[in-house]
């Protein structure tokens, strides 16, 4: 029985592939990161069963998608796209002066860091942040600029945390799509933040 259910998600993530390949061709990147979030999923349910780990849970990604009761639910940090730059927006330590902390990332830098990310995908092995700060070091790149590209990666779920600190990418799709795909992720979160710092901001 538990054969014939994991052919079934075998062929239904074979036929999700075939719907991300047709929205990337439509240039449709919202609707490929949705069916990817659904083809997730199903890996992850495929997965449990495969290894027969005990009761089956919801997939996380699953569980993620409820609807939430207010644009702003989900915790920070918070990225988006703003003037061609990646922004991360975080919430202060309570001794600083400032509710928010905010943390940009121009369009080169984020080209450069996906060209490194390249490389290490190249050698089919895991790779960490911390692999980043030297090839950016020589270019005189900030590390801090690393840490926001992979964690808006990783909140996009384009790349997956595999170990401690290491990351392989999850999603097959060209990494050119990638920042469209978080333009178009996130639009509520950056409406919910001006909000939430309007309103934090005059207390």
């Known amino acids: 029985m538990l054969e014939s259910i994991t052919m079934k998600l075998r062929e239904a993530e074979a036929e999700a592939r075939t719907l991300v390949e047709g929205a990337l061709r439509r240039e449709d990147y919202l609707q490929a990161r949705r069916v990817l979030d659904y083809a997730q999923s199903i890996r992850h349910l495929r997965d ?3 290894a027969e780990d ?6 996380r990604r699953a569980r993620e998608a409820l609807p939430r009761k207010r644009p702003d639910a989900r915790p920070y940090p918070h990225f988006f796209i703003e003037d061609d730059k990646l922004v991360k927006l975080g ?3 309570p001794e600083a002066p400032t509710p928010f902390y905010r943390h940009e990332t121009p369009r080169d830098i984020y080209d450069a860091i996906l ?3 390249r490389v290490n ?5 895991p790779w960490s942040v911390k ?9 005189s790149i900030p590390a ?5 590209v992979v964690g808006a990666l990783r909140e996009a ?7 401690r600190g290491l990351y392989h990418v999850a999603v097959p799709v060209p990494p050119g799509a990638w920042w469209q795909m978080i333009a178009d992720l996130w639009p509520r979160d950056r409406i919910a933040d001006e909000e939430v710092r309007r309103t934090e901001g005059d207390e």
């Open 157 to 163: 779920r384009l790349i997956e945390q595999i170990g």
């Open 91 to 93: 919430r202060s330590r």
């Open 144 to 148: 801090y600029h690393a840490y926001n």
């Open 115 to 117: 060209d490194i990310i």
């Open 54 to 59: 005990g009761p089956l849970r919801p997939p």
């Open 48 to 50: 449990s069963i495969e």
């Open 131 to 139: 692999s980043l700060e030297e090839p950016l070091r020589r270019q």
């Open 121 to 125: 995908e190249g050698i089919r092995e």
